[in-house]
């Protein structure tokens, strides 16, 4: 055991490595990569799962870090080093799931919903995550070596003191566990058994169109604690806003109107909160965020010419001073020509990838996607630069991510606009142009935190870019697989009988495909985006009866996985594109924004805040309550470190809900009447499928009407935040 005086924070003169250039442990070993993708793909879909549902991700590295300790100890004596590389690997997910999560969706949105499979998310993620590793390589050097003690990477520095206090001999494991077993055994009992509601509802009729609920979960109230009051204040004040001022006044305005106002296709006489909030508020709160990422771009414009500036200049430089420091063990990168090499085989993987595999309906000329694949790689690394020094300077939690994304695709757009390319087919490859390099970004500003801690340990960097190349490989299949799961576990098929002629189908309107099967019959697949006759989203259409009878409401973009920052792509897209976009409505928003950072309020988490349901804000804003009724009832403890109790508390409770939930889904789909036509012969009859729709969920049959009280349900959550109390006061092992 290392015993020596050591600190992360010593400054550039005073500073050296926990373990020195010279010293030998075991590092890149089988048990660290294997145990590392594990993490990855844990990480990785349950981080999809929360951002679909909350609309934004909290960091996964400690948390990985604290198991990892945990886990190799109980088997052999491991190094910090394997330890190093087991938080490397398995945060790869995390962070790929957030740029992944925050772009790929907005294919549904655009009307490619049909085309939202397994195989068009994993190769996307897939080239987005290495070029934001391969691009890390020349930035290495100068972001975490030369500019030690002016760059804090505070999440890195964070994780590096927990590796070290591990190999000395602390434990903090055993807090996540707690939070991964009383948040499981929650969520499984409200979610799977329907023991009691998961989302209490008031709709007053002194206050009509209003409603108050909260998406009583685990993570949500994990979220909440580790983004702490302020944040998650601000969110739920967002919510507050539009549903409860902006829907009583849509409501209270347009009660005596028996015409449908656009964007909605029913009256507002006749409109539920939720309706109103489909129709109303989501295009009011994605101008809302777009003009909030905006704003926070411009705001750190000085930060990232600063970034550009440096980072060429380091690219210039990177020659000499790799071969100055080859012969030192933490000095070894990656090789630059793996990085050029790997950089024209992204270019080229893209260009087959849009020309030889193109979706339905969306094809592109071959010059076209070879333009595409150079746009990435320039704006690909212009922001995987920005993205990492910005995270090196503010952490990687205030990473501007989507802001940079909007950016791109800005730029993308106003290049096809004046170019022309304004059908369908082009906003799909704009949006594959901004989904990889947002997912680029998201994994440099995460790959830069990893490396720093490697950097103050004393790992071998090559190694990590080695672990992190497996770790984004590997968890691709775990994001790619989730978000497949939950649009097709949370989809539903509404009757909705609307007459059309399909011959002169209204403008938005569009025939997506000609046969489509449900329930055993066919019928035609047809897309609304923007129309004033039908509202937007995907319907299957009876050539028999000559109308429309159902929507297929896919389940990422449902209240139960809005997708915020995708929607947001699709509008971006839309609004520049096709000039097809309730303006009004946005310019509501960005206006809203606008006076919100007038009174010196950071407008992100409100823009974000007014978009989401008040149900999951209202949560969140419970868990901030707690972090902040622990700090003020305890001097000594520091509880706004992510290695506090609270916090490691939390991220067991996140982890539970993602996982649980994702099981909840997997039950749901193995209930599902057809499944026996989906899956091969075998594994239907050795799991008897379809299963019983009252298999698991009992509670309603046991527990009567308590099972869906609202006061119940309330009380239930209450009881797991004062658990987060308890064990976020109880010091660590």
Same mark, same amino acid.
Not at 165 to 184: C, H, I, K, P
Not at 349 to 365: C, E, K, N, S
Not at 590 to 600: D, H, S, W, Y
């Given at each position: 055991?290392?015993?020596?005086?050591?600190?992360?924070?010593?400054?550039?003169?005073?500073?050296?490595?926990?373990?020195?250039?010279?010293?030998?442990?075991?590092?890149?070993?089988?048990?660290?990569?294997?145990?590392?993708?594990?993490?990855?793909?844990?990480?990785?879909?349950?981080?999809?799962?929360?951002?679909?549902?909350?609309?934004?991700?909290?960091?996964?590295?400690?948390?990985?870090?604290?198991?990892?300790?945990?886990?190799?100890?109980?088997?052999?004596?491991?190094?910090?080093?394997?330890?190093?590389?087991?938080?490397?690997?398995?945060?790869?997910?995390?962070?790929?799931?957030?740029?992944?999560?925050?772009?790929?969706?907005?294919?549904?949105?655009?009307?490619?919903?049909?085309?939202?499979?397994?195989?068009?998310?994993?190769?996307?993620?897939?080239?987005?995550?290495?070029?934001?590793?391969?691009?890390?390589?020349?930035?290495?050097?100068?972001?975490?070596?030369?500019?030690?003690?002016?760059?804090?990477?505070?999440?890195?520095?964070?994780?590096?003191?927990?590796?070290?206090?591990?190999?000395?001999?602390?434990?903090?494991?055993?807090?996540?566990?707690?939070?991964?077993?009383?948040?499981?055994?929650?969520?499984?009992?409200?979610?799977?058994?329907?023991?009691?509601?998961?989302?209490?509802?008031?709709?007053?009729?002194?206050?009509?169109?209003?409603?108050?609920?909260? #998406?009583? @979960?685990?993570? &949500?109230?994990?979220?909440?604690?580790?983004?702490?009051?302020? +944040?998650? $204040?601000? /969110? =739920?004040?967002?919510?507050?806003?539009?549903?409860?001022?902006?829907?009583?006044?849509?409501?209270?305005?347009?009660?005596?109107?028996?015409?449908?106002?656009?964007?909605?296709?029913?009256?507002?006489?006749?409109?539920?909160?939720?309706?109103?909030?489909?129709?109303?508020?989501?295009?009011?709160?994605?101008?809302?965020?777009?003009?909030?990422?905006?704003?926070?771009?411009?705001?750190?414009?000085?930060?990232?010419?600063?970034?550009?500036?440096?980072?060429?200049?380091?690219?210039?430089?990177?020659?000499?001073?790799?071969?100055?420091?080859?012969?030192?063990?933490?000095?070894?990168?990656?090789?630059?020509?793996?990085?050029?090499?790997?950089?024209?085989?992204?270019?080229?993987?893209?260009?087959?990838?849009?020309?030889?595999?193109?979706?339905?309906? #969306?094809? @592109?000329?071959? &010059?076209?996607?070879?333009?595409?694949?150079?746009?990435?790689? +320039?704006? $690909?690394? /212009? =922001?995987?630069?920005?993205?990492?020094?910005?995270?090196?300077?503010?952490?990687?939690?205030?990473?501007?991510?989507?802001?940079?994304?909007?950016?791109?695709?800005?730029?993308?757009?106003?290049?096809?606009?004046?170019?022309?390319?304004?059908?369908?087919?082009?906003?799909?490859?704009?949006?594959?142009?901004?989904?990889?390099?947002?997912?680029?970004?998201?994994?440099?500003?995460?790959?830069?935190?990893?490396?720093?801690?490697?950097?103050?340990?004393?790992?071998?960097?090559?190694?990590?870019?080695?672990?992190?190349?497996?770790?984004?490989?590997?968890?691709?299949?775990?994001?790619?697989?989730?978000?497949?799961?939950?649009?097709?576990?949370?989809?539903?098929?509404?009757?909705?009988?609307?007459?059309?002629?399909?011959?002169?189908?209204?403008?938005?309107?569009?025939?997506?495909?000609?046969?489509?099967?449900?329930?055993?019959?066919?019928?035609?697949?047809?897309?609304? /985006?923007?129309?004033?006759?039908?509202?937007?989203?995907?319907?299957?259409?009876?050539?028999?009866?000559?109308?429309?009878?159902?929507?297929?409401?896919?389940?990422?973009?449902?209240?139960?996985?809005?997708?915020?920052?995708?929607?947001?792509?699709?509008?971006?897209?839309?609004?520049?594109?096709?000039?097809?976009?309730?303006?009004?409505?946005?310019?509501?928003?960005?206006?809203?924004?606008?006076?919100?950072?007038?009174?010196?309020?950071?407008?992100?988490?409100?823009?974000?805040?007014?978009?989401?349901?008040?149900?999951?804000?209202?949560?969140?804003?419970?868990?901030?309550?707690?972090?902040?009724?622990?700090?003020?009832?305890?001097?000594?403890?520091?509880?706004?470190?992510?290695?506090?109790?609270?916090?490691?508390?939390?991220?067991?409770?996140?982890?539970?809900?993602?996982?649980?939930?994702?099981?909840?889904?997997?039950?749901?789909?193995?209930?599902?009447?057809?499944?026996?036509?989906?899956?091969?012969?075998?594994?239907?009859?050795?799991?008897?499928?379809?299963?019983?729709?009252?298999?698991?969920?009992?509670?309603?049959?046991?527990?009567?009407?308590?099972?869906?009280?609202?006061?119940?349900?309330?009380?239930?959550?209450?009881?797991?935040?004062?658990?987060?109390?308890?064990?976020?006061?109880?010091?660590?092992?």
């Amino acid at each position: 055991m290392n015993d020596r005086p050591w600190s992360s924070t010593a400054p550039p003169g005073e500073f050296r490595t926990y373990v020195s250039a010279g010293e030998t442990q075991k590092e890149f070993t089988v048990r660290a990569v294997i145990l590392g993708a594990l993490f990855g793909l844990l990480f990785g879909a349950v981080t999809v799962y929360v951002g679909l549902r909350a609309g934004l991700t909290v960091s996964a590295s400690i948390p990985i870090s604290v198991l990892s300790i945990s886990i190799l100890r109980a088997f052999r004596r491991s190094t910090i080093l394997e330890n190093n590389i087991v938080q490397t690997t398995g945060s790869a997910g995390e962070s790929l799931a957030a740029g992944v999560m925050f772009t790929i969706p907005a294919l549904i949105f655009l009307g490619f919903g049909a085309e939202f499979t397994f195989w068009r998310i994993f190769p996307l993620a897939l080239l987005g995550g290495w070029l934001g590793v391969l691009f890390m390589v020349p930035l290495r050097r100068q972001l975490i070596v030369k500019e030690h003690g002016n760059l804090v990477f505070p999440e890195g520095t964070a994780c590096a003191d927990v590796l070290v206090a591990g190999e000395r001999g602390g434990s903090f494991a055993g807090r996540v566990f707690w939070g991964l077993g009383l948040g499981g055994l929650y969520t499984f009992l409200m979610n799977t058994v329907q023991a009691w509601t998961s989302q209490p509802e008031s709709r007053p009729s002194w206050f009509p169109g209003a409603s108050f609920r909260a #998406a009583v @979960t685990s993570e &949500y109230l994990g979220v909440g604690y580790i983004i702490g009051p302020k +944040v998650s $204040g601000i /969110l =739920f004040a967002g919510g507050v806003v539009s549903w409860l001022l902006m829907m009583p006044a849509i409501k209270f305005f347009g009660s005596m109107s028996n015409t449908p106002l656009y964007p909605s296709t029913i009256p507002i006489s006749q409109m539920t909160p939720d309706d109103m909030w489909r129709s109303y508020i989501r295009p009011m709160g994605a101008g809302a965020v777009a003009a909030a990422g905006l704003i926070t771009l411009l705001r750190t414009m000085p930060t990232i010419i600063s970034a550009l500036r440096a980072g060429l200049k380091d690219v210039r430089t990177q020659n000499a001073g790799a071969s100055a420091g080859a012969s030192s063990r933490i000095d070894r990168d990656m090789p630059m020509s793996y990085v050029i090499a790997g950089s024209i085989l992204i270019i080229v993987m893209m260009w087959i990838l849009l020309t030889f595999h193109p979706m339905p309906g #969306a094809q @592109t000329q071959w &010059y076209q996607n070879l333009f595409a694949g150079v746009f990435v790689t +320039v704006f $690909g690394f /212009l =922001f995987v630069t920005v993205a990492a020094r910005i995270s090196g300077l503010l952490g990687n939690s205030s990473n501007p991510i989507s802001g940079m994304s909007i950016a791109t695709l800005m730029a993308t757009c106003a290049i096809f606009f004046v170019a022309g390319w304004t059908a369908p087919n082009y906003a799909v490859l704009a949006l594959m142009i901004g989904g990889v390099v947002c997912i680029a970004a998201a994994i440099a500003g995460a790959t830069s935190q990893d490396l720093k801690t490697g950097y103050l340990v004393g790992a071998t960097p090559y190694w990590q870019q080695m672990g992190l190349l497996v770790g984004v490989t590997v968890s691709t299949v775990a994001i790619g697989a989730t978000l497949n799961l939950m649009n097709k576990g949370l989809e539903k098929y509404i009757p909705t009988p609307i007459p059309v002629n399909v011959q002169a189908l209204p403008e938005g309107v569009k025939v997506e495909r000609s046969s489509f099967e449900h329930e055993g019959k066919t019928y035609m697949l047809i897309n609304s /985006l923007g129309s004033s006759k039908i509202p937007d989203g995907e319907y299957l259409y009876d050539a028999g009866t000559q109308q429309i009878e159902y929507q297929w409401a896919q389940g990422i973009g449902s209240d139960k996985a809005p997708a915020p920052q995708a929607r947001l792509m699709a509008t971006v897209i839309n609004g520049i594109l096709n000039q097809r976009l309730p303006w009004r409505l946005v310019l509501m928003g960005m206006v809203l924004v606008i006076a919100v950072e007038i009174l010196g309020v950071r407008s992100l988490a409100f823009a974000t805040g007014s978009y989401l349901s008040i149900a999951t804000t209202a949560a969140m804003f419970a868990g901030g309550l707690v972090r902040w009724a622990v700090e003020a009832s305890t001097k000594d403890a520091k509880t706004d470190s992510e290695a506090s109790p609270g916090a490691l508390y939390s991220s067991g409770l996140i982890a539970a809900g993602g996982v649980f939930g994702l099981l909840g889904i997997i039950i749901n789909l193995l209930q599902d009447p057809e499944i026996s036509n989906h899956v091969p012969h075998w594994f239907s009859s050795i799991l008897r499928l379809p299963w019983r729709a009252d298999l698991f969920s009992f509670g309603p049959k046991l527990f009567g009407s308590l099972a869906t009280n609202n006061f119940v349900g309330l009380m239930m959550f209450l009881l797991l935040a004062a658990s987060l109390f308890y064990f976020a006061r109880k010091k660590l092992d």
